[in-house]
């Protein structure tokens, strides 16, 4: 049976911080070059510059999904059925339950250039993680997502 209200989000990196870093690695690459006499100038650019683009592909690779019966946050997943409350949360909060509220049995994927995040209560008595919180740049609908998939 085809979900109503299927979720699906890619954390990708901001773009707005795709040129500072790849301006970082272009410097680096820079300073290296000073020291390297010859036709070894260009082997810094080479490697750093592509280094730096797999490494920001790398931190936006995470996936969350709710399909199929389950939350899917990355390679960890949790069944529908164990899921209690879920809460929208805003930068602010999200903030203060990664800080003096935070529960370090928490299961947390937090993107720092991602300000929303939803709150996910694990009702399973035999996991010892009372929450989920996962950072999501549409919380509203993630929470709608969950909410319709458990009611089914």
Avoid: C
């Avoid at 500072?20 to 820079?30: Q, R």
């Avoid at 082997?43 to 730096?52: E, F, G, K, Q, S």
């Amino acid at each position: 049976m085809a979900q109503l209200n299927p979720y699906r989000e890619r954390l990708t990196v901001a773009w707005w911080l795709w040129l500072p870093a790849v301006a970082f690695a272009g410097l680096l690459a820079a300073e290296v070059r000073l020291g390297a006499p010859g036709m070894a100038t260009w082997i810094p650019y080479l490697v750093l510059l592509p280094l730096a683009t797999v490494g920001l592909w790398w931190l936006g690779r995470i996936r969350v999904e709710v399909s199929n019966g389950e939350l899917r946050v990355d390679d960890a997943h949790i069944p529908l059925r164990y899921v209690g409350e879920v809460t929208a949360v805003s930068a602010a909060e999200k903030r203060d339950l990664l800080g003096p509220y935070a529960d370090p049995e928490a299961f947390v994927v937090q993107r720092p250039w991602i300000g929303g995040a939803v709150r996910v209560q694990v009702l399973d008595d035999a996991d010892p993680t009372p929450y989920w919180l996962i950072s999501t740049r549409h919380p509203e609908a993630l929470r709608s997502a969950l909410d319709d998939a458990r009611v089914r």
